[in-house]
């Protein structure tokens, strides 16, 4: 298109350093919309150019700027606010992008208070997990699927906090495991369709412990004395005294015989009885005689 030597329209100029950079060519730049950029748009060296109709908005440094002697007529652009860009001498009061040049060289006047096209909003990311807190080498879902946009998200960016990230991915739910104990803070980042990132902190704890040791064999409980060893005892005791007494200590002795060893204690308790109950009869006998 006469005289220009190059003619933009109709782009989506979002998310990049410089938007476009204008270098010695004459353009006509036109129906674009150039956005969250650091620069929007810069002329350098160029004379003649052409800029209107555009939605030049959220560009972080500069949504114009001229260097070199280049001269643009930027009129009948939308800044990203009715107010107009801001410009510290022509237009201090204004919300929208800042542009650069001497108010002259730079032509702004009159801008445009509505959007031309569609005004992008940056999307914003929210990132969910099924645990916080789980052991080494245990798998952890990360779910993007609550974050939100004005058109759609395309793109996520799961950073898991350990070094290793998803790289950009079409997929809103991924799986990671920590290989180490530790905590951990993970963040997501998402991309709208027009390659707009988000920019809020969405970031979530993990808490990664220590598998637990192999549970050890229980310990065997304290040896508790044993009702039989105590009546042994008190048996051995029992034969101890009644050896002395006479008779009945030939009867304790003969039981020893009849049955050796510790099988004379067991039949003590039973013979208790029968002991007891010869010498009662024994003692009523002498009563009587
Ligand atoms: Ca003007
Ligand atoms: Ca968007």
């Known amino acids: 298109m006469y005289p220009f030597d190059v003619v933009i329209s109709r ?11 204008i270098h010695a060519v004459r353009t006509y730049v036109t129906h674009n919309s150039i956005s969250y950029n650091e620069y929007g748009v810069i002329y350098v060296g160029s004379t003649g150019n052409v800029a209107s109709y555009n939605d030049i908005y959220r560009n972080s440094l500069y949504g114009m700027d001229v260097k ?3 001269t643009v007529n930027a009129e009948h652009n939308y800044w990203g606010d009715p107010s107009g860009p801001y410009h510290p001498t022509v237009n201090p009061d204004g919300k929208g992008d800042t542009v650069g040049g001497n108010g002259e060289d730079l032509d702004f006047i009159p801008w445009l208070t509505e959007p031309v096209g569609h005004i992008n ?7 969910e997990v099924d645990k916080t807190t789980v052991l080494v080498g245990e798998e952890v879902t990360f779910d993007a699927r609550a974050s939100t946009d004005d058109g759609e998200i395309v793109k996520y960016l799961f950073i898991f906090g350990d ?3 998803s790289s950009w991915t079409t997929l809103p739910v991924v799986k990671h495991n920590y290989t180490a104990p530790g905590t951990y803070n993970a963040s997501l980042v998402v991309m709208d369709n027009f390659g707009v990132t988000s920019n809020n902190t969405a970031t979530v704890t993990i808490t990664v412990r220590t598998k637990p040791p ?7 409980p304290p040896p508790t004395p044993s009702p039989i060893r105590i009546l042994t005892h008190i048996n051995e005791e029992l034969i101890r ?4 007494i006479p008779f009945v200590g030939d009867i304790i002795m003969f039981l020893e015989e009849l049955v050796p060893g510790y099988g004379a204690l067991a039949f003590t308790t039973t013979c208790l009885l029968i002991i007891i109950a010869l010498v009662v009869l024994r003692r009523r006998r002498g009563v009587r005689s």
């Open 11 to 21: 782009n989506i100029i979002s998310a990049n350093s410089i938007g476009i950079h």
């Open 68 to 70: 070199e002697g280049a």
């Open 121 to 127: 909003e940056r999307p914003f990311a929210v990132l």
């Open 163 to 165: 070094g290793t990230n």
């Open 214 to 220: 192999e549970t050890p064999p229980p310990e065997a």
């Open 241 to 244: 005294i009644l050896r002395g």
